[in-house]
């Protein structure tokens, strides 16, 4: 067997060694029997060529052991191994992060108003009493109650929402002040707002089972359950969102025990209610408005186009910490060369005439902020024009759009009707008239039978374009007779027949020319 191999090795070209000859296979086997079956010194030093850590060196092991256990020496570096993994999962977690999936959960997040836009602009003397109201309470245990009144979708609950914020930057405010929100929408009633404060404040196990005889007693309870303890008793700030649907409630329970404890020296408490209603003390009863402090703060759609612009902007810029911040300045200036475009001003300026409350911005960055994806990565002028578009479409236009041309005729002769009558309600019979009218002086207009035209015109009811008119008597009369009004506008109407598709010329020339 050996000779086969050494003339095989012979055959082969070798590499001459400076120092040493080529080994052969004969003295590679010879030496494997020496290192295996007699553990010499010479054999046990060949691993030290290897470069392991200091601590880990063949010096640092007994030569005096035996082999398993010298195995087992050179197998300790697995154990640093962990560190290893854990730097490169660390590694591939940073370099699998996707910034444009982040950019679609923070604005989205946005725009449902769980988070808050970064800026607030329009309200920083209201914010600024607001804050020293709640800091107040929460520092010097000072009871404090308010009511921020104002319109809806004005930014009532997003100022709180940010005075809150920012007081939680300091930590001792944030350790100690509790915030318990309720929802007069949701809690109905006395029982299920208890309920709720209990669930807040996180005092289910401190009731437990106990009967109480009132709810006063029952609150007083939860109360006094914060002063156990070492630390003194924590400063609740209650927050109270649709304020006038909780003064609906039966005695105003709930408000009385609130507004009792803020004037008595027991738990430091701060009660805000939010509220559209401007009349919403005369709601309260004498005990629940002697207890209130009478303290007011009123809000109005009072932003001018440029901050209106800087809450656009404010709702589609990344802040300071996001993690790549070389992604965030790129998609900041996108969005600040986007807002500089003639098409988005235009909309913006539009839309703010219409409405400028908080509402309907989110409505009209809803669309381009779900159009964000890989194939769509910024958001683009067009697409602001797409979302205006889509939110300010009138609805009886474009259902004026899919009506029949026997349906659009009798549309446009009860606009004839009202102008001729000056507004007065219509009956059927005058319609197909003013339409028998106008299809017998066009020859090429086909005429319908009164049966058709009839049902033509209950479907046009149906669609509620045209409606029954409130006070014609307390007598039936036949379906013929009956006074309607219509609800499509003029405007809506010849909007409607530039769009209609393939709409006749004699029907366009109708529309503003009368046959009377």
Not at 137 to 152: C, F, H, Q
Not at 374 to 382: L, N
Not at 440 to 462: D, F, P, W
Request: net charge positive; charged share 25%.
């Amino acid at each position: 067997f050996i000779p086969r191999y050494r003339m095989i090795t012979n055959n082969l070209p070798q590499i001459e060694s400076p120092r040493k000859r080529t080994a052969t296979v004969t003295d590679i086997a010879s030496s494997c029997d020496r290192s295996i079956f007699s553990p010499s010194k010479k054999a046990v030093k060949s691993p030290s060529k290897l470069e392991f850590p200091s601590h880990l060196t063949v010096s640092s092991v007994n030569m005096s052991d035996s082999p398993c256990k010298q195995r087992r020496a050179v197998k300790s570096p697995r154990k640093t191994s962990s560190k290893m993994r854990n730097s490169l999962h660390n590694t591939k977690a940073i370099e699998d992060f996707d910034p444009l999936n982040e950019v679609q959960r923070i604005l989205r997040l946005r725009i449902s108003q769980i988070n808050k836009p970064p800026v607030i602009s329009g309200y920083e003397k209201e914010q600024k009493q607001l804050y020293d109201l709640i800091k107040r309470t929460a520092t010097t245990g000072e009871s404090n109650s308010l009511l921020l009144i104002g319109p809806r979708g004005c930014g009532k609950s997003m100022l709180i929402r940010s005075v809150v914020e920012e007081l939680c930057t300091d930590p001792l405010i944030k350790e100690n002040l509790q915030l318990v929100q309720l929802q007069g929408l949701l809690q109905t009633d006395d029982k299920i707002a208890l309920r709720e404060i209990t669930r807040q404040l996180k005092l289910e196990n401190t009731v437990g089972d106990r009967v109480f005889r009132s709810f006063a007693e029952t609150l007083q309870f939860l109360l006094q359950a914060l002063k156990k303890g070492d630390q003194a008793s924590k400063p609740i700030l209650f927050v109270l969102d649709d304020f006038d649907l909780f003064a609906q409630h039966k005695n105003q329970t709930l408000l009385y025990n609130l507004y009792d404890v803020s004037q008595s020296a027991q738990t430091p408490v701060c009660i805000i209610g939010i509220t559209c209603r401007l009349d919403v003390v005369e709601l309260l009863e004498k005990r629940v408005k002697s207890r209130f402090s009478h303290r007011q703060l009123y809000l109005f759609n009072k932003r001018t186009l440029s901050q209106y612009v800087d809450l656009c902007k404010s709702y589609l810029t990344l802040s300071s910490d996001f993690p790549d911040q070389n992604f965030a300045e790129m998609w900041n200036q996108s969005i600040q060369n986007m807002l500089e475009e003639v098409s988005v001003k235009d909309i913006l300026e539009r839309q703010f005439s219409m409405t400028n409350d908080v509402r309907g911005l989110i409505s009209l960055l809803t669309y381009p902020v779900c159009q964000v994806s890989p194939a769509h990565p910024w958001i683009v002028g067009s697409d602001m024009v797409t979302s205006f578009k889509l939110i300010s479409t009138d609805t009886k236009s474009a259902m004026l759009h899919g009506i029949s041309t026997l349906e659009l005729c009798l549309i446009i002769a009860m606009k004839h009707l009202k102008e001729i009558y000056e507004g007065e309600p219509f009956n059927f019979e005058m319609v197909y008239s003013e339409y028998l009218k106008f299809a017998q002086k066009r020859s090429g207009m086909q005429v319908y039978e009164k049966a058709v035209v009839m049902k033509a015109y209950e479907h046009l009811q149906t669609l509620e374009l045209v409606k029954a008119h409130i006070g014609g008597g307390r007598f039936q009369v036949q379906k013929e007779y009956k006074l309607m009004n219509l609800l499509v506008h003029p405007s809506q109407i010849l909007d409607a027949i530039q769009k209609y598709p393939g709409c006749p010329t004699e029907i366009k020339h109708w529309t503003t020319h009368s046959i009377s």
